[in-house]
Structure formats: structure tokens, C-alpha cells
């Protein structure tokens, strides 16, 4: 079975960064000018992240949320295409250059469950802008990554609100939608029941696992989790930042790999190509951190810099 590793969001390694521009700042400034400058200034650095990526054969990112200052306000309401199309196609090209596969995870915001109508109306704003940002990508296997979110009144009436918003939008929307685990309130075994009711894939989230376990072993929820994708399935590694209970959820900036070594043994009786998502703060440091342990303490046999077999 093949591995891919991947990292989310940002380059240790590039100077530069993403640029932001607030809606307070916005409201005393309304230069639109200013923001089309910083669009403009995110599309490019996102195109200089995906050269490092094809560069140094990483093929699997998680793109910023934050590519697209105040797109997701409603009453801030901009183009954010047209006068990008160019950009955006040579982003298109350098994601289509090796293959890489990219994804979204909308933020914390983006709480699809919960009980005021308001987080949900902007809880779909913030998904149609995800949307539409796949869309201009052209990205050919898209996924939106969302965590079910709110468990007010209780696990089952949450799940029940999700379904019930979840069949509220969009078709186009609806299928580009898949549902991680997080690490105190939805397990895995949470995600699974609601995958079977919506049929979207689930994503296994091994730190937040740890943190919110299954009474179900997870060698026993593999297949099943393995089952609800029809492509290669990805997954979540980070490692805690410390052992005592507050630092348990928190990630490290880098990975532990002896507890990655453990999961890919876990890994090893599926037989499964997969694509893993490395989320820790030292972003690719951390990866090829990781590469360099998995060289020094197995006899993985790798194919690329950070692509292996088990």
C-alpha cells in the first residue's frame, strides 16, 4: 500500500505569508482597492506554495481558508474571480503539474449544526465560498472537510440538525462534503453512523481519536471508514503537544514518530493506498522531520521524498 504525506496551509520555509484584512479595519477603511491588492498578493503566494510543493515532490496540501479576505461577509460583496481568472489558472497548473491533491477545512465558523439559524445561514456562505474557490481551482477530486460541530441537547438531536441542514444544501455542495472527528464531542464511530444517513465520506482523525476514543477498537472501524470513500481515502496525523490533560489536545510542532510508526502498523492490514494529512505546526519542517526518523528507524521503502510503501 502506497502513503502520501501531506502538510495544511502555510510554508515554514517561504518568507512571505498570507496576508489578512479585517472586516473592522474594512469597515473604517472601505478600500477596496487595499483588498483587491491583498487578493491579489494570497493567489500569488498560494502559486509560489504549490511550486515548493512540486519542487520538493509533496503532493498532497490543504489550502488556507484564508486565501480570499472577506469573502464569506455578506455585506461586503466583491468579484472575486474575474479579475483573478488568470492567476487562478496558473495556480490550476501548478496543482495539475504532479498530480497534487488539495483540499479545504473551513474553520471553526463553520458550524453547520447549531442552533441559531444565524451561525447556519453564515455557515453556508462560508461553504459556498469554499465551493466556489474549488470551482475556480478546478480541482479534480474536491473535498470540504467539516467537523459535525455543535452537540447542544445532546448527540443525537445534533446529529439530526446536521442531516436536516445537510439536505438543505446544494447538490453540488452536498458532494463535496466530508466529516472528521474531533477530539471532545463527535467520535468516529459518531461519524460513521452519520455517513451512513448522508453518504459523504469520513476522514479519521488519529489525534483526536486518541483524545476521544471508541469503545469499538479502531482496527475494527478501519474498514468501514475505508469504505465510505470512493477514492483514495485520506486521514489526519498530529501528535499532542505534552502529556499532562490540557496539553493533550493541542498540537505539537512537530510529529512524534514513534506513534506515527504505530499507525502505519494499525494501517498495514488494510492494504489500502492513503493520503495523510500531517497537522503540525512546524508544517513541512515537521514533515520531512518525520521522513528523516522513518529513514533512520524502519526500512519503509520510499518512492519519492515523501511518498512510501508498507
Request: hydrophobic share 35%; net charge positive; proline share 4%.
Amino acid at each position: 500500500m502506497k502513503i502520501r504525506l501531506g502538510y495544511a496551509c502555510i510554508s515554514q520555509s517561504l518568507e512571505e505569508n498570507f496576508k489578512t484584512y479585517t472586516y473592522t479595519r474594512y469597515q473604517e477603511e472601505k478600500n477596496q482597492e487595499k483588498l483587491e491588492s491583498i487578493i491579489l498578493s494570497n493567489l500569488f503566494h498560494l502559486k509560489k506554495i504549490l511550486i515548493y510543493n512540486n519542487k520538493n515532490n509533496i503532493h498532497f496540501f490543504r489550502i488556507t481558508s484564508n486565501l480570499i479576505p472577506l469573502a464569506t461577509k455578506e455585506e461586503v460583496n466583491f468579484d472575486y474571480y474575474l479579475k483573478y481568472k488568470k492567476i487562478y489558472q496558473q495556480i490550476t497548473k501548478e496543482i495539475n503539474r504532479k498530480n497534487m491533491r488539495v483540499d479545504f477545512h473551513p474553520n471553526e465558523y463553520c458550524i453547520l449544526n447549531s442552533t441559531k439559524k444565524e451561525v447556519v445561514r453564515n455557515s453556508i456562505h462560508i461553504l459556498n465560498y469554499h465551493y466556489n474557490l474549488l470551482t475556480y481551482l478546478k480541482i479534480k477530486d474536491p473535498i470540504l472537510v467539516l467537523h459535525i460541530g455543535s452537540k447542544e441537547f445532546g448527540k443525537e438531536k445534533s446529529l439530526t440538525r446536521f442531516v436536516n441542514n445537510f439536505n438543505q444544501l446544494p447538490k453540488r455542495i452536498q458532494e463535496v462534503i466530508a466529516i472528521e472527528n474531533d477530539d471532545k464531542s463527535f467520535n468516529i464511530e459518531d461519524c460513521l453512523k452519520l455517513s451512513e444517513k448522508i453518504k459523504v465520506p469520513v476522514i479519521l482523525d488519529y489525534h483526536h481519536h486518541q483524545c476521544n476514543k471508541t469503545k469499538t477498537p479502531l482496527e475494527d472501524l478501519l474498514p468501514r471508514i475505508i469504505n465510505t470513500w470512493n477514492k483514495t481515502p485520506k486521514m489526519h496525523f498530529s501528535s499532542p503537544r505534552g502529556t499532562r490533560k490540557k496539553d493533550r489536545r493541542p498540537h505539537h510542532d512537530y510529529i512524534n514518530p514513534d506513534e506515527f510508526i504505530s499507525f502505519l502498523k494499525i494501517l498495514s492490514k488494510l492494504d489500502q493506498d492513503i493520503d495523510i494529512m500531517l497537522e503540525a505546526k512546524q508544517k513541512e519542517e515537521a514533515l520531512f522531520r518525520l521522513i528523516r526518523n522513518l529513514k533512520y528507524k524502519t526500512n519503509i521503502k520510499f518512492l519519492d521524498e515523501t511518498t512510501f510503501v508498507i
